[in-house]
């Protein structure tokens, strides 16, 4: 399996989570989105634990199977179109997700969140799970 993880599915990997471990071990390709990456840093930033918590995301990304996933001219025309398509079912979600989303599309990866509200996106595939 391909998958895009979100900050949470992150959190529960560096909080020991043998479910969410063994999700990221068994997969094939495991991507971070840059803005998921962006979502860490500002966190740590604000934690008293930042440089623990930058080597621990700096092991993770060292996992032959773990790379980070950019953006490009082409995320953005997904980001659009979802972003129209949230806003005319009236189910808009926040702008970071919808980066996360259009990433997800875009290169065709299964979204691994426990945030409920991805549910809206059409077409967007997501590893079913706790949510929030």
Not at 3 to 30: K, Q
């Amino acid at each position: 399996m391909r998958i895009l993880i979100d900050t949470n599915c992150y959190s529960e990997i560096d909080e020991g989570a043998t479910d969410a471990i063994g999700r990221i071990e068994s997969a094939r390709e495991v991507w971070v989105p840059l803005i998921v990456l962006a979502e860490l840093y500002s966190g740590f930033e604000l934690g008293i634990q930042r440089e623990r918590n930058e080597r621990q995301l700096i092991d993770f990304l060292s996992r032959p199977n773990v790379d980070v996933l950019l953006p490009d001219n082409e995320t953005a025309r997904f980001y659009a179109k979802v972003f129209q398509g949230l806003r005319r079912q009236g189910t808009p979600i926040p702008t970071n997700d919808i980066w996360i989303a259009a990433l997800a599309l875009q290169h065709d990866l299964v979204l691994d969140t426990s945030d409920k509200h991805f549910i809206y996106v059409p077409n967007l595939s997501i590893l079913r799970r706790r949510t929030k």
